[in-house]
């Protein structure tokens, strides 16, 4: 079959690809518009509004796709799926991109466009950029928009400059004692590591998230350098200095792929992620992507993370460790930090859920404030492996449980649908192991973690220990969506009284329960804590344990109040729409 396109499909291919460009450009400057409504926001302490702006511009992406392919398909007609026109149009769209910022951005919305014409799987070179190939920092410098702020023997002074860069319609509180706190703050590390500072680097651009704003930079110390991130808060007396942090750990967890993406309106993005990947080694280039606002590019990044990984390595793919999910198979590559989700074609008659509902859950996660509690699963379809890579179990498991979505091509394996998550321990096999100090903290951080989505307005539902994870910061993280829900949609009660010794002994309720209704008081009865660990959760949270403290949140949310779970400090939850 010839696929070399008529001499007159070039034109066509030529403004094709121009439309394709466009369809890009107005995507990224709506994404743009949205991000830089931040600052307007955080003025006029519009939190509600910044949770809508967050929601608005994460749907950008598939609506400007969307439309790019619907024109693509009126103009191309009988032509749509006309593979040399469509190299053609690479072609040209590879020349007329050749210069411009963050060139690999707009291959993959390229990318999007094409596999929604020809359903792609795995990769097809001819008609698409290849992501393995799509390296965004190749050219980066790390140079980003920075404004450099020499030590001139006197940290107040430097700090004075650097918080007064900060532009904002809103006064300062009191600008002398954040000043204060940040030089405090900043002399204390140097003096732990017995450095002096040299300079600091702040990046331009603001880094704005929920109700703060984090001023994010470096301290040059000669061989010693530190991440730095100024967490500033607008309350109705004015702005002030909420946080000084200056660890990795710390910033790691700001930047962490649990928390909201940032909104940051950077020129040219590759150059801020090397910035930032200097600062923090140990975090996946595909999540610093992500949790700028680039969602698709850190889905780009990850697949080139994997697949190079495979390249390099020959360790199988298998189940992962912890009990069988009874919605999810699970599985993992023991060399690879992620784990790999897949929706069984069958559940239980215990889950009175249908696939559809498990994909709406996994969506609302993805556009709800995560809280700093909930993984971020990025969604992937049509993937191609090499069915060698994967363990006779697993192989096994996915045939007989997943055949809907997975199929066999030869001597590799199609998997229609997953999702990609950040591996952890589960908490369950976490707590087998742990020393008796650390599994305490576990415990009391797994009672954090319910009380912190529920100040977001999220139910977890299924608050088994195998549902949750511990990540490498010691943080417990839930991960399993199947009955996660809003808390406002509960109906919380008290365990009825029984009358007689027959009800009180029954094995089944002997009263009416609604699908939506909630009894906290039963729900250490299913967590299978030692008699210790039981103790400290007991000692920490015994609250959780009554339908009256889940009420009085519901209240809360029903009157509009936003309850922030700062990324920083102890465990601290501030009623946004005072502040």
């Known amino acids: 079959m010839n696929t070399t396109p008529a001499p007159t499909d070039h034109l066509l291919a030529e403004t094709c690809a121009a439309d394709v460009i466009d369809a890009f450009d107005g995507y990224n400057s709506a994404f743009r518009a949205v991000t830089r409504r931040a600052l307007q926001r955080f003025d006029t302490r519009d939190w509600n509004g910044s949770q809508r702006d967050a929601v ?36 040209h769209f590879a020349h007329l991109i050749a210069t411009r910022a963050d060139g690999e951005f707009r291959k993959t919305f390229f990318n999007s466009a094409t596999r929604r014409f020809f359903g792609t799987v795995g990769v097809d070179a001819q008609i698409e950029f290849v992501a393995l190939d799509l390296d965004p920092l190749a050219g980066a410098s790390g140079e980003v928009m920075t404004t450099a702020y020499a030590n001139r023997g006197n940290l107040a002074l430097l700090f004075e400059d650097v918080l007064g860069d900060f532009r904002t319609r809103s006064p300062w509180r009191d600008f002398n004692a ?74 790691s967890i700001l930047f962490s792929f649990t928390r909201s993406y940032f909104h940051v309106d950077l020129e040219r993005v590759g150059e801020a992620v090397l910035f930032l990947k200097r600062l923090l080694p140990r975090k996946p280039v595909s999540e610093l992507f992500t949790v700028l606002g680039r969602a698709r590019q850190g889905k780009t990044e990850r697949f080139r993370e994997l697949f190079h990984h495979l390249e390099q390595t020959d360790d199988l793919f298998d189940l992962a460790p912890g009990e069988r ?12 930090d992620v784990v790999f989700k897949l929706i069984r074609d069958k559940f239980p008659v215990q889950k009175n859920i249908l696939r559809e509902d498990v994909l709406r859950k996994y969506d609302f996660v993805f556009k709800h404030d995560r809280a ?64 008796p100090e650390d599994a305490a903290a576990a415990v009391v951080d797994y009672g954090q973690c319910i009380r912190d989505l529920a100040y977001t307005n999220i139910f977890a539902g299924d608050l088994l220990l195998k549902n949750f994870g511990v990540t ?60 210790s660990t039981r103790e400290v959760f007991l000692q920490h949270h015994g609250e959780i344990l009554t339908a009256q403290w889940w009420r009085q949140l519901q209240v809360r949310h029903g009157g509009g109040e936003v309850l922030e779970v700062l990324p920083y400090g102890p465990h601290r939850v501030r009623v946004a729409s005072s502040l």
């Open 372 to 435: 700093g509690r909930l993984v971020d699963a990025q969604e992937f379809k049509r993937l191609r492996f090499p069915r060698a890579r994967f363990s006779a179990a697993l192989l096994q498991e996915l045939l007989s449980e997943t055949a809907a979505t997975v199929h066999e091509d030869g001597t590799d394996l199609i998997i229609d649908h997953c999702y990609i998550e950040r591996r952890m321990v589960p908490l369950n096999l976490y707590l087998q192991t742990a020393a």
């Open 472 to 531: 490498r910061h010691h943080r417990v993280i839930f991960y399993d969506y199947d009955e996660l829900c809003l808390l406002t949609e509960c109906r919380f009660r008290d365990l009825p009284t029984a009358s007689t010794h027959e009800d009180e002994m029954s094995a089944d309720a002997w009263f009416y329960v609604a699908d939506n209704d909630v009894f906290p008081e039963t729900f250490l009865k299913f967590l299978s804590f030692s008699a």
């Open 56 to 91: 608005e511009r994460i749907e950008l992406y598939e609506r400007y796709v969307d439309r790019c392919v619907a024109e693509l398909r009126l103009k191309l007609g009988t032509t749509a799926t006309d593979r040399g026109l469509w190299q053609a149009l690479k072609a």
């Open 178 to 251: 954040s000043v204060k706190h940040v030089a405090g703050e900043v002399q204390a590390l140097l003096d732990a590591e017995g450095v002096e500072l040299s300079q600091l680097e702040v990046i331009r651009p603001v880094f704005w998230q929920t109700t703060r704003a984090y001023l994010v930079g470096r301290l040059d110390c000669g061989t010693f350098v530190a991440p730095l991130a100024i967490a500033l808060r607008n309350s109705e007396k004015g702005v002030h200095v909420d946080a000084v942090l200056l660890r990795e750990a710390d910033v």
């Open 325 to 336: 999910g009874l919605v999810m198979v699970c599985f993992t590559l023991p060399s690879f």
